[in-house]
């Protein structure tokens, strides 16, 4: 049963520039949280989301940022006119329906260069 | 913003020796308190959690405790292997599902 897969694992953008990452859930798992983690820090919550449906964005910069997880394919985690600042490890998350433990599994995350 | 934090940013521990990390936190509304791993260039991995109505909770080489007095979280790890080595986190799930994490304590294992 593979984990959850993103790709891809590194990226290199120029300034004003958009990336997009992409995160496949495990099997099973309809809910997907994106995190974003600057080197020696913790990790931020950014999104939480299921099919179709954004639960949570409140840890969303107001511009530029936009992530969906459509009812088929990968969730995916778009950033627009890239700036230096968003050069960051971003990781993605997946749980079953609902969460009734402090368990999220982790991907191995997409780290993101602006040059 | 964030309401989980640690006290000490990195620990040394002799190989064999037991690991204590501490842990604060602020929101007394969270369900769960929850510990995770990182090693370099990984993704987090869950260790333990324990439910907010809970004081101790056991795993395997593993022992969390929570004391909601004084709002504060630790992790146990018994007979530090050089595989430990690596960054925990705390982290605490508040009541709309949503993972909150602290900063992370970096353990150093000492040959």
């Known amino acids: 049963n593979a984990g959850v897969m993103q790709n891809p694992r590194h990226l290199v953008r120029r300034r004003g520039q958009e990336a997009r990452l992409r995160c496949s859930p495990m099997?099973?798992?309809?809910?997907v949280y994106w995190y974003r983690q600057l080197p020696e820090e913790g990790l931020k919550f950014m999104v939480y989301l299921q099919k179709e449906n954004i639960i949570d964005e409140s840890g969303m910069p107001k511009e530029r940022f936009s992530a969906e997880f459509p009812k088929e394919g990968p969730s995916i985690l778009r950033i627009q006119q890239v700036v230096r600042g968003d050069s960051a490890a971003y990781f993605c998350a997946s749980s079953r329906k609902g969460l009734n433990t402090g368990e999220l599994f982790f991907g191995e995350g997409s780290r993101l260069t602006v040059l | 913003g964030e309401s989980v934090g640690l006290h000490l940013p990195t620990l040394s521990v002799q190989e064999g020796d037991n690991s204590i990390i501490n842990c604060a936190y602020s929101n007394s509304a969270s369900d769960y308190f929850i510990w995770y791993k990182q090693e370099s260039g990984k993704g987090p991995q869950f260790i333990i959690d324990i439910r907010s109505n809970m004081d101790k909770r056991q795993g395997q080489r593993v022992t969390v405790l929570l004391n909601k007095t004084v709002k504060h979280l630790s992790l146990q790890i018994a007979a530090t292997q050089p595989g430990d080595s690596a960054v925990y986190f705390c982290?605490?799930?508040?009541?709309?599902?949503?993972?909150?994490f602290g900063k992370g304590t970096r353990l150093h294992i000492l040959p």
């Open positions: 982290a605490e799930r508040p009541r709309d599902d949503k993972i909150i």
């Open positions: 099997k099973g798992h309809s809910h």
